[in-house]
């Protein structure tokens, strides 16, 4: 029986898409879009979680060796497209099943 993440707070966030993708690793790989850019333009960035190490990938801001349950906290500020700071967003979500997870923000 699968469990579903469950979102413990969101302040601007547009939408959210949180997946389980594999079962070989313990990992969560974190994405936030904005203007169809992938983690460009994120101001203040504050991530954290109840388990696992950060670390970049790529792009993407991904913990590895998380034990589950697990709960991540982020809070950011995303630039608008003239450049200038918009409100600050937050998101909070916790996972309960051992695996690989993709978390993709939107605003």
Same mark, same amino acid.
């Given at each position: 029986m699968s469990i579903?993440?469950?979102?413990?707070?969101?302040? $601007?966030v547009d939408r959210n898409y949180i997946k =389980?993708? $594999?079962s070989t690793e313990n990992r969560i790989w974190i994405d936030i879009?904005?203007?169809?850019? =992938?983690?460009?333009g994120i101001l203040n960035l504050n991530i954290s979680s109840t388990s696992g190490i950060?670390? =970049?990938? $790529?792009?993407?801001?991904v913990f590895t060796e998380v034990i589950f349950p697990v709960?991540?906290?982020?809070k950011y500020t995303p630039r608008v497209k003239t450049h200038f700071a918009a409100g600050d967003v937050s998101f909070e979500f916790e996972l309960f099943e051992a695996g690989d997870w993709t978390v993709?923000?939107?605003?």
């Open positions: 579903t993440p469950k979102i413990l707070y969101s302040v $601007g =389980r993708i $594999g879009s904005q203007n169809d850019s =992938r983690n460009k950060e670390a =970049r990938i $790529g792009e993407s801001i709960i991540v906290r982020m993709e923000l939107f605003n």
